[in-house]
Structure formats: C-alpha cells, structure tokens
C-alpha cells in the first residue's frame, strides 16, 4: 500500500475517511478495523454466491487483499463497505464462472440452481441461544441455500444485512425495481414456517465472528506485510 491523495475522501463519513487515511499509511489499528467492521457482511455476500463456508473465506481474504493493496483508487463515490462489497462479489462470482463457465447471474431462471447443502459453522461458546432458536436458525440457512441464486443474493443484502434497495442495486449491479420484485419472489420462495420466524432469526444466520473473524484478519494482516 502506499500513501496517496484521495480527492473525494471528504464525501465518506468522517469515521471511514480517517480510517482510509490511516489505512493508506500502513496503520494496522485501522486496517484491522476496517475488517473488523466488515468482515460478516463480505462473508454473507460470497457465501451467497458460493454456498460454500471456505470458499467465501478465501473469497473474503483475496478481495481485502485486493482492496488494501489498491487502497490509493478508493474515490469516495461510494461508502468504504459498499466499494469492499462490490470487490467481493467481483472476486466470487470470478470464481463462480471458473467453475461453471456458463452461468451468468442475471440470466438464471427461477429454480435453475438447487442447494447443495452444507452445514454451517456454530459457535461453541453461545449458551444465550435456545434450542429452539438454533433449529430455526438451521431452517432459515437451508431455506436461503435453495433459494435460486439470483434471488437469494437480493435475500441476503436486503434482509439479512439490511441494506437499502439503492445499495443492493448498486452493489449487484440492478435496477432498484429490479431489486424489489426478486425481493417479493424470494420471500414467496420461502417455506411460511421460516417465512413466520424470520425476524429475530436471521440476523444471526451465517455468523462470523470470534475466532473465525479474528483468523481472517490475521491471516490479511500477514499478507499485507504487516509483523
């Protein structure tokens, strides 16, 4: 990385622009921060793409790479955790079409993709969550998984991560009415059992933190050349 003048850096939030100046000098505080602060929602979004828990983390891993070591092209058109998403989901869908050259995003009828089901990472140390929350957290992830991909994509940074309807167009390249129908066809896609406990479920589906977080981080840290 090296330091560099970012013209637009006064459009970001002043949290992020001090932490991008920061960045730009090598400040390890403000890189880990940066990924500290992201890390889940880049994990989601590649882990939507991929349905594949390493694969989303390498997928992770190469997109921050990717970011920090061209820090110095960060305009500020955008927020930082936008600019990163999109990084994200250009690294997974990269892999996605090496694996199957064919496939193109938009272009994926209703029901094209079934899920490959995959157990999803808990942590061991979660005493707070009931028995009965984790069966339905279960539900909620294998739900998700056999949504097809284009849908389950709008699913996932709309009402999982919470983004706007402006972001996820930007973020996946859609228009905003776009974004809206494979919304409501998402949701009709899911079973009502799940469809009636989404609310305080999902935000906690496909976590990633403790551990597995701060791994990510470290092993960015290291690449970046940072002791």
């Not at 927020?79 to 272009?107: C, F, H, K, Y």
């Not at 009502?192 to 092993?219: H, Q």
């Amino acid at each position: 990385m090296h330091q560099a003048h970012i013209p637009d850096i006064a459009r970001l939030d002043t949290g992020d622009a001090e932490l991008v100046r920061r960045a730009l000098a090598r400040d390890e505080a403000a890189v880990r921060a940066i990924m500290q602060a992201n890390n889940r929602r880049l994990y989601r979004l590649a882990r939507g793409i991929l349905r594949n828990d390493g694969e989303a983390e390498d997928v992770v891993q190469e997109a921050y790479v990717r970011a920090f070591t061209h820090l110095e092209n960060f305009r500020g058109d955008s927020s930082l955790s936008t600019w990163l998403s999109r990084i994200t989901m250009n690294e997974a869908l990269g892999r996605l079409r090496r694996q199957r050259p064919a496939v193109e995003l938009d272009s994926l009828p209703q029901g094209a993709l079934e899920a490959q089901i995959i157990q999803f990472p808990r942590a061991a140390d979660d005493p707070e969550k009931s028995m009965a929350q984790r069966e339905i957290q279960h539900v909620v992830e294998h739900a998700i998984d056999e949504l097809p991909e284009a849908f389950r994509l709008v699913f996932i940074t709309r009402v999982i991560e919470g983004m706007n309807v402006e972001e996820t167009a930007e973020i996946l390249g859609l228009k905003p009415e776009t974004v809206k129908t494979r919304l409501h066809r998402a949701r009709t896609m899911l079973r009502d059992i799940v469809e009636n406990k989404i609310g305080p479920v999902v935000m906690e589906a496909f976590p990633f933190a403790g551990r597995r977080c701060e791994r990510l981080t470290d092993t960015v840290l290291k690449r970046l050349g940072f002791d």
